[in-house]
């Protein structure tokens, strides 16, 4: 079985599968970029102690964490030309779904960082003469980032192996790419061993990274 | 917005009965897949808290070879790739004689995906209780098998019931990757309907409604079991 393994196939199309894994970190970057903005955004909704909009932002959470990310990326897929009114791409369909899929979860993380800064430094902050803004600005929010950047990176590996899921609509990132020519080739076994093995050293090296990082910054 | 309400579309023939048996083939394939995932992810979780060294790196390469594969490319691999890996014979067995073969490909896949989550949240609950209970039994004579019947396993799956509800759910949204091997659950028979008749926006939210209806009816079960199973005096269960 193994004798048999083409590995000219896999050497051969390396431009073409890093041209679809340019577009997974792409899609990746925006999307984790677009999520942790959202996620922000949503867990001061949620903390707010104006209660229709704490409501609000509770509602957005659990909706979309009770939802499939397949479905999810049906729904913008279906539903951005529709509202837009003409052809956007499939790149950016997609690209909104993932961001409003992940702010839902960076906001759960944001928030547990958030309360994990102690009360004393609000009050603190609202003694100096601070308003809100500023609070959040230079007390509260840098503290709380720093408490979360390993659960948030762990939530950044997620979204990147998630991204794969584009394949239901067809974008070509890294596992499309792949099996496109997994198909045309008739290389499935390649493909699928070399495409698993490629997200399993990124994403372990990726998780290793941040248990070191954890380790450090433990408090 | 140019767009064409019928919401009567899903109470048609045919597209009422495809909704249903979408919910019956996510439901099956979720409930098959939570018994591996429970059975194994148990196993595998308390090889990592034993004091063997060679179980407990097997346990780690487990976690960490499922944990860092996506999902869809495990489904791929379980697929496309693993009947070749076996015998001649079995092989030829699994490509033209398994029965149901997408169905019992996804239940695998989804099963040993959760089983490496499942296995996180078992250790993490034995540890959570503490060397004290563990060595007490030993004192009393019980055997280490013993020791984890009836000390650590009761009292370690008590305090995981929340992160094991999400695990169960996480299994239960992600049937919906079924559908790119080809098994129709409940999302791909909302977008079959979506391509058959355009009326997405329904098929969309009959979907919607009825995964969360579902989330909502085990959160709400499970908080009673997490209720009715409490042990008195354990800050991590007062503190819910």
């Not at chain 1, 239901?168 to 061993?193: C, H, Q």
Request: aromatic content about 14%; glycine content about 8%.
């Amino acid at each position: 079985m193994f004798a048999a393994f083409d590995f000219e196939v896999i050497i051969k199309h390396i431009p073409f599968l890093w041209q679809g894994m340019q577009l997974t970190l792409l899609l990746t970057a925006l999307a984790l970029c677009g999520g942790i903005l959202g996620g922000t955004v949503l867990a001061l909704c949620r903390l707010s102690r104006f209660a229709p909009l704490s409501f609000a932002a509770g509602s957005y959470v659990n909706f979309f964490r009770s939802m499939p990310l397949i479905l999810v990326i049906f729904w913008f897929y279906f539903l951005v030309p529709l509202l837009v009114g003409r052809p956007v791409g499939d790149f950016y369909s997609v690209l909104i779904a993932f961001a409003l899929f992940e702010a839902a979860y960076y906001c759960e993380i944001i928030r547990a960082g958030i309360s994990s800064v102690r009360r004393g430094q609000v009050y603190a902050g609202q003694a100096l003469g601070l308003t809100y803004g500023q609070n959040m600005r230079y007390i509260v929010l840098p503290q709380a980032f720093r408490n979360m950047i390993p659960v948030l990176l762990t939530q950044a590996i997620i979204l990147f192996q998630d991204t794969s899921l584009v394949y239901v609509v067809g974008l070509k990132d890294f596992l499309v790419s792949g099996d496109i020519v997994a198909n045309r080739d008739n290389r499935l076994f390649e493909m699928y061993t070399t495409i698993a093995l490629v997200y399993f050293v990124l994403c372990l090296i990726g998780s290793r990274a941040v248990r070191r990082l954890q380790r450090k910054y433990a408090l | 917005m140019q767009y064409n309400w019928n919401w009567g579309i899903l109470l048609q023939d045919p597209y009422f009965g495809w909704v249903w048996s979408g919910l019956g083939w996510t439901i099956a394939t979720a409930c098959a897949a939570w018994v591996i995932a429970f059975s194994l992810g148990s196993v595998i979780g308390v090889m990592r808290t034993t004091n063997v060294a060679a179980l407990r790196a097997i346990g780690t390469a487990y976690v960490e070879l499922f944990r860092n594969i996506p999902l869809l490319v495990q489904m791929f691999l379980w697929f496309f790739v693993f009947p070749e890996l076996l015998p001649r014979e079995t092989g030829m067995w699994v490509k033209r004689d398994l029965p149901l073969p997408e169905y019992s490909t996804a239940v695998i896949c989804l099963g040993t995906y959760t089983a490496s989550r499942v296995a996180e949240q078992v250790r993490a609950g034995i540890e959570s209780i503490g060397q004290g209970q563990r060595y007490a039994g030993l004192a009393m004579g019980l055997t280490p098998a013993q020791v984890y019947r009836y000390v650590l396993l009761p009292v370690g799956y008590r305090i995981i019931i929340p992160p094991l509800t999400s695990d169960f759910l996480g299994v239960f949204k992600n049937s919906s990757l079924a559908l790119t091997i080809g098994v129709l659950e409940l999302t791909a028979q909302t977008r079959q309907i979506e391509e058959y008749t355009f009326q997405g926006f329904e098929a969309f939210t009959a979907a919607t409604a009825l995964y969360c209806l579902v989330t909502f009816i085990v959160m709400t079960l499970m908080r009673v079991v997490e209720h009715k199973t409490a042990i008195p005096g354990m800050i991590s269960l007062e503190a819910k």
